[in-house]
């Protein structure tokens, strides 16, 4: 079975299309109401990138689960269910996932290091005011 037929199956591109429609209903919408309810400009920007944030989300959660009249089922695929399920395996996957969420924690926090070293602090502000040569009135 080829990539194309198992995301036919487990409705992959329906989704996808869903998705992009109502994204771009929901900006027609935004963009409609935006000057009537006098919001800012960011919040057309804001709708934006929850939605470019969501589809990807959508697209997975389409690739996992399926509805079915029983409810959301985790949809198996033909080589998940050849495989036997290896408890190391989802050891690897555990850390995986942890080494993935450390890395993504530790970028922003070096831009807020790098961002705060580079800003004066309180104390460097006051020796800068007390350098200052006091100006004395004229006579």
Request: glycine share 4%.
């Amino acid at each position: 079975m080829s990539l194309i037929d198992e995301l036919k199956r487990r409705n992959v591109f329906r989704v996808a299309a869903a998705c992009v429609v109502i994204a771009w209903l929901l900006m027609q919408i935004g963009d409609t109401l935006a000057p009537a309810l006098l919001l800012p400009v960011w919040v057309s920007s804001a709708l934006a990138f929850f939605l470019l944030l969501g589809f990807p989300l959508a697209l997975f959660f389409a690739w996992a689960f399926e509805l079915t009249p029983d409810g959301w089922q985790r949809q198996i695929g033909k080589y998940e269910a050849q495989t036997n399920q290896n408890p190391s395996r989802h050891r690897f996957d555990r850390l995986l996932v942890i080494l993935m969420a450390a890395i993504l924690a530790y970028v922003p926090w070096s831009n807020y290091q790098a961002t705060s070293d580079s800003s004066p602090t309180l104390e460097s502000e006051v020796s800068l005011q007390s350098t200052k040569p006091a100006t004395v009135p004229g006579p």
